[in-house]
Each structure stands twice: as C-alpha cells, then as structure tokens.
C-alpha cells in the first residue's frame, strides 16, 4: 500500500498520522492515538526503516498494554515479531511471536 507512494507522499502520511496522534493523545482518546501510531509505524516500516518501524510499534504495545486491549496487544506484537525478523533478530521475534499468541 505505501510502497507505491513517493517519499513525499510517505512523509506527508507521518506527519498528518503523528498531529492525529498528538490531537487524540490531548483528548485523552488514547485508543485512536494508538492506531495513529501504528500506521506511522507501518509507514516507516514500509520504508524498510525497521528501527524506528519498531520505536512506534513500541509505543503502541504501551498503550494497548493500559487500554487492556488483548486483541490489539496480540496484533502489535505480531507485527513487532515481522520487525525483529527482518532486522535479524531471530530469537527476539520468536519470543515476541510467542508473546502474541498468550
């Protein structure tokens, strides 16, 4: 999806997702800033820049850990164990993989 947009495209897309981040996070709607985060994490993952991919998928695990939202939690540990896999981190993505299915 976001490989077919241009850098510019790509970092106009993290800009608007992190002021939606930054707005939902101020009303205290820390579920949609969760999802805003996510998607910026999706699009530097998409760029093949896996670190800060997982510098965001981080910070989503967080809330989704306070939000007690299991399903969330299950899912963003899935997409951080495909992040520790691509940067080589075999062990670590098995681990966090694990993790997503308790």
Do not use: C, P, W
């Not at 989704?64 to 062990?91: F, M, P, T």
Request: proline share 0%; glycine share 4%; charged share 20%.
């Amino acid at each position: 999806m976001f490989k077919q947009q241009t850098a510019e495209s790509q970092q106009q897309a993290i800009e608007k997702f992190q002021e939606a981040a930054k707005l939902y996070q101020a009303a205290g709607d820390e579920a949609r800033a969760a999802n805003s985060l996510n998607m910026i994490g999706l699009v530097y993952y998409s760029l093949s820049n896996y670190q800060k991919s997982l510098e965001y998928y981080q910070q989503v695990l967080s809330l989704r850990e306070k939000l007690n939202h299991k399903e969330g939690k299950a899912y963003i540990l899935a997409s951080i164990g495909i992040v520790y896999s691509d940067l080589g981190e075999k062990q670590e993505s098995l681990d966090t993989f694990n993790q997503s299915l308790q």
